[in-house]
């Protein structure tokens, strides 16, 4: 069965921290990404990786960074973390292929900056 | 540039009642088209993909869409609203012109509530 991990569910950070959230994908995929959720703006796509070591910027990427240096781990990092970064964060994985391959989904960290 | 709006933000039905949810797009090139549902506190699951085959979907759960080009739509509908249907719906469309990549928009969704 498919499956996208994201190990951290629920947390509260500080202002001014960095921050960490981790994504494990167990199906090979080549692309990887990472959404954040708010209430009527659906997801936005902060980032993306299509192959190890590589990514591109999404439509929000300011205040982000990526890693990925393994092909099944993609981690995003929030350097000095704010509060108008709280947020639902979503991570994904696809196949390259034909247009339309699937996205799968992990079920989201909730991030709260006090 | 591709674009999609799903038209209600949220829509209220009865038990056993049809549901509609709707979606215009906007592409550069031949779209493919996707419905996700979101539970509480989960992730996105797909429902259902139209990738140039046949316009009408069928997917999971009973939903199905139809994807109408000359009208830019691609709405979802199901015959019967269970009580578990009550989620969040969202429209998605991708126009890479070529496979791999796979940059997604997403519509802003839209929130089913299923009364008894």
């Known amino acids: 069965d498919v499956k996208v991990t994201q190990s951290s569910r629920y947390l509260v950070k500080r202002t001014g921290e960095k921050v960490f959230l981790e994504c494990v994908q167990d199906m090979d995929h080549e692309n990887m990404f990472w959404y954040r959720q708010d209430p009527g703006l659906g997801l936005r796509l902060i980032y993306f990786s299509y192959d190890v070591k590589m990514k591109e910027k999404g439509d929000i990427p300011e205040g982000y960074s990526v890693s990925r240096e393994k092909k099944e781990r993609f981690s995003l990092i929030l350097e000095s973390a704010s509060t108008n970064q709280t947020s639902m964060y979503l991570c994904a994985s696809s196949s390259w292929g034909l247009a339309g391959n699937t996205i799968y989904f992990g079920e989201g960290s909730w991030l709260t900056v006090v | ?116």
């Open chain 2, 1 to 116: 540039a591709q674009s999609v709006t799903q038209l209600d933000s949220h829509v209220s039905v009865s038990e056993g009642t049809p549901v509609l949810l709707r979606c215009n797009y906007s592409s550069s090139y031949s779209p493919s088209l996707f419905w996700y549902v979101q539970h509480p506190n989960k992730g996105l699951q797909l429902l259902l993909k139209y990738t140039s085959a046949a316009t009408l979907v069928k997917g999971i759960n009973g939903f199905e869409a139809e994807f109408k080009k000359s009208e830019t739509s691609f709405h979802l509908t199901k015959p019967s609203a269970h009580m578990s249907d009550a989620a969040e719906y969202f429209c998605v469309v991708s126009d890479q012109p070529t496979g791999g990549g796979n940059k997604l928009t997403f519509g802003t969704g839209t929130q089913l509530k299923v009364e008894l």
